[in-house]
């Protein structure tokens, strides 16, 4: 005999991003007693990670417009992850809105690839798993930014010295 079951598995805790892609529009699951894991993607691959202050500072000022829980952000080349908590849908609203809007007139350019990516996350395990991904992410992306910055500094040299010659 199978056990019965308290909660319905059936019910999504993701929507967004590429998942989305070719399907109809559904309501974003949400849980306004549990963190959420959002990601925003970027179509072009290193306009996030050059202005990174700007970024970081667009996303705590709209955490605080909007008293929006912020736990980690990491910005990487061509996205955002960010763990957040959101009193209720209409603060999700209106804090994806301001925040992608603000973005998109502060960095000339920047256009967004994917509808925003949730998922719900658990209490626990999957709350730290979560706050380690972003914070392994926001070191991947400073990596990248060292490494991008001191290419571009071989550049200039190179072109100097021949042009000197």
Known sequence: MRQLKLFKEDVSREHGGSLNQGKRKGKRPLDFSKPVHLILKASDNEILLNQREVVLRTINEMCDRFLV??????????????NLK????STYNSWIRATTGLLTR???GLHWRFLPYTRI????????????????NEIEGQFIGEVMRRVEEFRQGFVSELVAV
Not at 69 to 82: I, P
């Open 106 to 108: 502060r960095l000339w």
């Open 69 to 82: 829980k912020t736990y980690a952000v990491g910005v990487n080349a061509d996205h955002v992850h960010l």
């Open 86 to 89: 959101f009193a209720d849908r």
């Open 121 to 136: 996350e658990t209490w626990g395990r999957d709350f730290k798993r979560v706050q380690d991904y972003v914070r392994k």
